[in-house]
């Protein structure tokens, strides 16, 4: 790849012309450069405040990040989890308006906005990451503002079935009369009550009744079966 | 301004290493010019509902619009509430992940995706709008999931107060008594409600007990009269 070799010009208006799979191609090229500076974070380690003047742009390497506000009382409401390939840190302000904290360890590349504002194909790769951000933003509020405790705990633990409970969900592999998955939660119960806008004793409840329905089975203290994928999904309030 | 009669390239080079000012004015060439289509519509008309082709973008001229998502069983949630200047109707997918509808008489402009994809400065522009569109909606996520119902709604109210209740804040004008403030609200009670994620009779409660406390004065149907700005914001929670 030598995108990043040539005139930046005829780069752009080679992108511009050129389709999305393109532009990942220049963001790849980008990324594992020599301009991108990469960090190693331990868990629950933060990347940034709430408050810290927004000098840097990050994208996730590996690993989960949680971005969290908090409310003067203390009160806290996680905002966003992210995964790998998922960017933070891009701010209309001086100031970020969110803390960023990992779940796990942690690989990040810092990235400079100076570098993605003269290139229209990094522009269009951070573009369509936004769009997507911001529907999945408008689900969470759909999530926050209308869905009970059970819905919202049930369309957590959906978040780590791959390929399920999306709007193009086919359900089971056909033919197959097994639906199970294993998941493993990477989430603290108080966490996961910040981030579904719940108590930690209502997070604990609803996993609790869930238990005792068959509906999962906690296999260690962060793994859960789900022996039939399909009714738990059928308690998110999507169906 | 003759930004958009140059070739492209030259351009967008010049727009890269120019600030957000110079942006800002290509911007207003672009939505102002022969390319982009005008809208004129009536309040409670639809633009696009939530799962139709996303063909288009908009830029809210004047007016307000609110974005709402449904879930099968009718429960709805207002998750944007736009105002003059706004965009909306970006998507990542090719179906829109939620309805457009305006709540007063609007214009609207219908932009072009393929325009704004080779530009620079259009894109640089959409950028900056994306990133505090993120802000507002990590902040409306704070309220839903951690606010108290007078919270909500003391929050709701100070919308509408210009240049209060925000992170910088400055309080009433210097040796000045007076510290009211007329607002307008756009927005039925069941509107509100589904923005708060409150029930409407949550909603009413709230206001009634905001006026029993001499809080607020209901002027007419849908003017509210604030006697000390301060006094209401200090019970939005960011004090």
Same sequence: chains 1, 2.
């Avoid at 799979?21 to 709430?50: Q, T």
């Avoid at 690993?63 to 390939?85: N, S």
């Avoid at 009369?177 to 990477?186: C, N, Y």
Wanted: glycine share 8%; proline share 3%.
């Amino acid at each position: 790849m030598t995108y990043l070799e040539q005139a930046p010009d005829t780069l752009d208006l080679a992108m511009a012309r050129a389709g999305l799979s393109d532009v990942e191609a220049v963001w790849a090229d980008y990324v594992n450069g020599p301009k991108v500076r990469k960090l190693s974070l331990s868990s629950h380690e933060a990347v940034f405040y709430e408050g810290d003047p927004a000098d840097h742009m990050y994208e996730l390497a590996s690993g989960t990040v949680m971005l969290y506000k908090l409310l003067p009382d203390g009160r806290r409401q996680v905002v966003e989890i992210l995964k790998e390939g998922d960017l933070f840190g891009f701010q209309c302000g001086r100031n970020y308006d969110c803390t960023a904290e990992t779940l796990s360890g942690a690989e990040l590349r810092a990235l400079s906005r100076r570098d993605i504002d003269v290139s229209l194909s990094l522009q269009r790769y951070v573009g369509e990451r936004m769009f997507a951000k911001m529907e999945n933003l408008h689900e969470h509020a759909m999530l926050l503002g209308r869905k009970s405790a059970m819905e919202r705990v049930a369309s957590y633990l959906m978040r780590f079935v791959p390929g399920r409970g999306i709007a193009d969900c086919m359900g089971p592999a056909e033919g197959s009369d097994v639906d199970e998955g294993l998941i493993e939660l990477s989430m603290t119960r108080q966490e996961i009550a910040d981030f579904l806008g719940l108590t930690i004793e209502t997070v604990s409840r609803a996993i609790s009744e869930m238990k005792r329905r068959g509906l999962i089975r906690i296999e260690k203290q962060d793994r859960i079966m789900i022996p039939r994928i399909c009714n738990l999904c059928r308690l998110t309030g999507m169906h």
